[in-house]
Every structure is written in C-alpha cells, then in structure tokens.
Nanobody
Framework: QVQVVESGGGLVQAGGSLRLSCAASGRTLISYIMGWFRQAPGKERELVAAVTWRGSTYYADSVRGRSTISRDDVKNTVVLQMNSLKPEDTAVYYC??????????????WGQGTQVTVSS
C-alpha cells in the first residue's frame, strides 16, 4: 500500500495563490504518475495536473498557464502551485498515484483531500 497525504488547502481571495503539497509514503514507486484531481459539489471529478517519473506534465485547460506541478523524488512529494485563483477553482483537491500509463484513470492510491475555497 501507498499512503497519500495532501496539505496546503485553505481560503483565498480571487487572484490569490495556494501551494498544494502531496506526500506519498509506503511502497517505493519507480514508474509512476502523480496527479491532482478536484471535485466540486455536483460536478464530476477533474484531473487538474499530473507529472510522470520522467518529468512529463499535464495541465487541464482550466488551469494551464497559471498552475505549475513539480516533484521532489527525494521527499516523495509533488507540489501544485496555483496562481490567479478564481471562484470556479473552489473544490476538494485530491492527490492520487498510479503506475505508469495514461493520464486518466487507473489511479490506485488516493489522499483524503484538501479543501480549496476561492472567494470573490
């Protein structure tokens, strides 16, 4: 098993920034994808950004250009820096881990989620 813990969520005004951190522990992962999802009430889960063991990145159109995902293999952490936040970014953000493959689907390990609320 792999344990995943998110942190960094909170309340921020529109135009502000948040840095979400995801820490993974347990079994060592070599070929992996770590992704950030979000889900707002009544809406489907959305992949926000993800990064592979090779350094390839994915960004949803809604956050591309104002978000950056990065990884630290020594600490087994992934950070999602979100800038220019909008009220529509409000959601519970989840970090998830999967073995190598496509960006979408197949994520085996999930964190509990961290709330991001953007006020106008």
């Amino acid at each position: 098993q792999v344990q995943v813990v998110e942190s960094g969520g909170g309340l921020v005004q529109a135009g502000g920034s948040l840095r979400l951190s995801c820490a993974a522990s347990g079994r060592t992962l070599i070929s992996y994808i770590m992704g950030w999802f979000r889900q707002a009430p009544g809406k489907e889960r959305e992949l926000v950004a993800a990064v592979t063991w090779r350094g390839s990145t994915y960004y949803a159109d809604s956050v591309r250009g104002r978000s950056t995902i990065s990884r630290d293999d020594v600490k087994n952490t992934v950070v999602l820096q979100m800038n220019s936040l909008k009220p529509e970014d409000t959601a519970v953000y989840y970090c998830a881990v999967k073995h190598g493959g496509n960006w979408f689907g197949g994520y085996d390990y999930w964190g509990q989620g961290t709330q991001v609320t953007v006020s106008s």
